[in-house]
């Protein structure tokens, strides 16, 4: 009888030389490396309610872990039954994992972790990023449909969080796919469905390629990016999703980034909103700032050097200034209103309404080559520049209303242009005439009768 041990690395190796089929694995060593569960998950039912599964399945978790650590590469192959995982696949520097475009992996029910991540994540949630951190570099992440089985708006099978593990987790990280602390890292044409965490969180990161991220019926962002991060291209992304579409966070809420800091040099490109009629945030923003830590210190976490083009039916452009709602927006805001240098978006088409939203300050930025294939309203305005106001309601009590934005702040806006526009394919001659609003927030007199509450802050446009 061959040795056990033996036996394993065998199979290990006829499976990634692809002489067997994954799911011939299970059969030739279950105990060493897949193991069978058993647990209950919640579906959605036709009739709009949800009702409880009995699911009787293989863990694959040690079993792909083990052929990463040995071989350093992964093949997941195609088959009719989907992978479930009960941890992160961990992924080292000159690591790849490449699942087949059929195949499903799911998450199991309350593990509350990403699915994949990179090894040396660092967290600084706290305090600012020192230099000479040791990043993990040449990852590639590429295929499969990924799943932490978020099935309905209320039915998350106890998997609400993308954190790095189980315990002492690295505080902000909330991704399926997470790469924090990683240079030249590649994740092509993936499939995110049905998740509650970011679909790719990035951060500290430099020299990174994202290139086809689909999101179906996805809970929150699809690529999700924080500071420090820099030299990246993310293109060919759409589908339906909850949140951003696209999202460069320099700086960010409490909970949700690890590290803090500036975000330069980054292409957004081929990016497609869902269809109409398909409820989708499909918004891409851009969110600077400054963040102050506790001890006194501050990072000047602007966002500069942005080329955004051929864009398909984004509904929002969000460039704005956004405390922290849910730690309480006294409790974590921008220091002062943040910055973006030399913002360009090329190529836009709208097939229905949308706006580009700039209450942020701007030094540089140019919007050019726009197609409307719709006729707009004549008060329709593409470019609202100027600080916004917002009332989130809790309840009928107005003294517990927030207000979500940051009314009552100067926005200083230099340098912008909005250039061609067509409209049906005709050329309109004065586009900024036409679709750029530059407005004031006043107070309203009526508030809370009649909501936003209004503030103070001007909208100062300087050619």
Not at 40 to 52: A, D, L, R
Not at 294 to 308: F, L
Not at 428 to 438: M, N, S, Y
Request: with cysteine; charged share 20%; hydrophobic share 35%.
């Amino acid at each position: 009888m061959m040795n056990p041990k033996v036996a394993i690395v065998t199979v290990l190796l006829l499976l990634f030389t692809g002489m067997v089929r994954a799911e011939d694995l299970s059969h030739v060593a279950p105990s060493a490396l897949v193991h069978t569960e058993s647990w209950k998950e919640i579906w959605p039912t036709p009739n709009s309610g949800f009702s409880s599964r009995e699911v009787t399945t293989e863990i694959w978790t040690e079993s792909f872990q083990a052929a990463l650590d040995k071989h350093h590469q992964l093949h997941i192959p195609a088959r009719e039954k989907p992978y479930y995982i009960d941890a992160p696949l961990i992924l080292r520097s000159g690591d790849t994992l490449i699942a087949d475009s059929t195949a499903v992996i799911r998450l199991k029910p309350g593990t509350n972790t990403c699915m994949v991540r990179n090894e040396n994540i660092v967290g600084f949630e706290e305090e600012v990023l020192p230099e000479g951190l040791a990043p993990d570099t040449n990852i590639t992440i590429e295929g499969g449909i990924w799943t932490t089985l978020a099935t309905g708006d209320k039915a998350a099978n106890g998997n609400m969080r993308g954190h790095s593990s189980k315990q002492n987790y690295i505080p902000g990280t909330h991704g399926v796919i997470l790469l924090h602390n990683v240079r030249n890292v590649t994740v092509r044409n993936i499939t995110v469905r049905q998740s509650k965490a970011f679909a790719v969180h990035l951060g500290n990161a430099r020299n990174f390629l994202i290139d086809g991220v689909t999101l179906d019926h996805h809970r929150r962002d699809g690529v999700h990016v924080n500071g420090p991060s820099s030299n990246g291209v993310i293109r060919n992304v759409g589908g339906t999703s909850h949140d951003d579409t696209v999202a460069l966070n320099a700086w960010e809420w409490k909970g949700y980034a690890p590290t803090f800091g500036p975000i330069h040099h980054v292409t957004i490109e081929r990016v497609s909103g869902a269809p109409t009629g398909v409820p989708s945030a499909s918004s891409i923003r851009l969110l600077p700032g400054v963040k102050a830590f506790e001890d006194g210190k501050t990072v000047d976490c602007t966002i500069s050097d942005i080329t955004i083009r051929d864009i398909t039916d984004i509904r929002e452009f969000k460039f704005y200034d956004q405390p922290n709602l849910e730690r309480g927006r006294d409790n974590d805001f921008s220091l002062r209103l943040g910055t973006l240098h030399n913002i360009r978006l090329q190529r836009l088409t709208f097939t229905r309404p949308g706006v580009i939203q700039i209450a942020a300050n701007v030094d540089g930025m140019g919007v050019e080559d726009v197609e409307f294939t719709f006729e707009p309203d004549a008060d329709f305005r593409l470019v609202e520049i100027g600080p916004m106001s917002m009332t989130w309601r809790h309840g009928d009590d107005p003294s517990r209303w927030v207000e979500v934005f940051s009314p009552d702040r100067d926005v200083t806006v230099r340098n912008f242009h909005l250039g061609k526009v067509r409209v049906n394919g005709q050329g309109v001659p004065d586009g900024e005439a036409r679709f750029l609003q530059v407005k004031d927030q006043q107070i309203n007199p009526d508030y809370p009768k009649t909501t936003p509450r209004g503030g103070t802050g001007k909208a100062i446009l300087v050619p």
